[in-house]
């Protein structure tokens, strides 16, 4: 009888070496917490690998760099015309389509999102959430992984109830001397339901490991 090897596989070996993890909490009125989520993100969506090949075109080939922006919209950026690779979110209060994002849509995650399906605006008004100002880690180093982390909170300020059910993280870009804003990361999580006060915290951490 032939006898067949056992495959070991370290333990390590099928660490993510580029990721993010996420984690939802949702403060109710009464001051009680509830965490909703909290594990990996499922999703970089296509555009992230969009901003990487942005950053490495060929320049002296004047290679074109194709996104599609939240809104739908092919971008085409010319290496010719904007050479550099960038992506900024802001952190003031009020910023609905920069940074975290918070939406009502059922779809699911496909590596080809661009946008939420039903974005969540800022707002006092039904449907609506107040979108409270972001805050961002610098870039931390712990042993061979290297993360920062952006956390934004949103309340809803009317007496409708809204449900979160989709969260995302946008950036915008500054092609030529226009700014567009593109969906890198997307999640579906549990349906969330927001009385008048309550309060949903998410947290997303972006790391790399060797």
């Given at each position: 009888?032939?006898?067949?090897?056992?495959?070991?596989?370290?333990?390590?070996?099928?660490?993510?070496?580029?990721?993010?993890?996420?984690?939802?909490?949702?403060?109710?009125?009464?001051?009680?917490?509830?965490?909703?989520?909290?594990?990996?993100?499922?999703?970089?969506?296509?555009?992230?690998?969009?901003h990487?090949?942005h950053?490495?075109?060929?320049?002296?080939?004047?290679?074109?760099?194709?996104?599609?922006?939240?809104?739908?919209?092919?971008?085409?950026?010319?290496?010719?015309?904007?050479r550099?690779?960038?992506?900024?979110?802001h952190?003031e209060?009020?910023?609905?389509?920069?940074?975290?994002?918070?939406?009502?849509?059922?779809?699911?995650?496909?590596?080809?999102?661009?946008?939420?399906?039903?974005?969540?605006?800022?707002?006092?008004?039904?449907?609506?959430?107040?979108?409270?100002?972001?805050?961002?880690?610098?870039?931390?180093?712990?042993?061979?992984?290297?993360?920062?982390?952006?956390?934004?909170?949103?309340?809803?300020k009317?007496?409708?109830?809204?449900?979160?059910?989709?969260?995302a993280f946008m950036?915008?870009?500054?092609?030529?001397?226009?700014?567009?804003?593109?969906?890198?990361?997307?999640?579906?999580?549990s349906?969330?339901?927001?009385?008048?006060?309550?309060?949903i915290?998410?947290?997303?951490?972006?790391?790399?490991?060797?």
């Amino acid at each position: 009888m032939r006898r067949i090897d056992k495959i070991r596989i370290r333990k390590d070996e099928n660490k993510d070496m580029i990721g993010a993890d996420l984690k939802v909490t949702v403060r109710r009125r009464n001051g009680d917490t509830e965490i909703i989520y909290s594990g990996k993100s499922k999703s970089f969506v296509i555009a992230m690998l969009a901003h990487f090949k942005h950053m490495g075109k060929d320049y002296p080939n004047r290679a074109t760099c194709c996104m599609k922006d939240w809104q739908g919209n092919s971008r085409y950026v010319d290496a010719n015309n904007h050479r550099f690779f960038n992506a900024y979110w802001h952190t003031e209060e009020g910023r609905w389509q920069w940074g975290i994002c918070f939406g009502s849509g059922f779809k699911g995650v496909e590596a080809s999102d661009y946008q939420l399906e039903n974005h969540i605006r800022h707002g006092t008004s039904s449907g609506q959430l107040y979108y409270y100002a972001g805050t961002y880690s610098q870039v931390i180093i712990d042993g061979n992984t290297a993360y920062f982390t952006a956390t934004k909170s949103a309340e809803n300020k009317h007496t409708d109830p809204i449900t979160v059910r989709e969260v995302a993280f946008m950036v915008r870009s500054r092609h030529d001397t226009s700014d567009y804003d593109f969906v890198i990361v997307r999640d579906r999580i549990s349906d969330v339901t927001l009385e008048q006060y309550d309060t949903i915290t998410v947290e997303y951490k972006f790391k790399v490991s060797a």
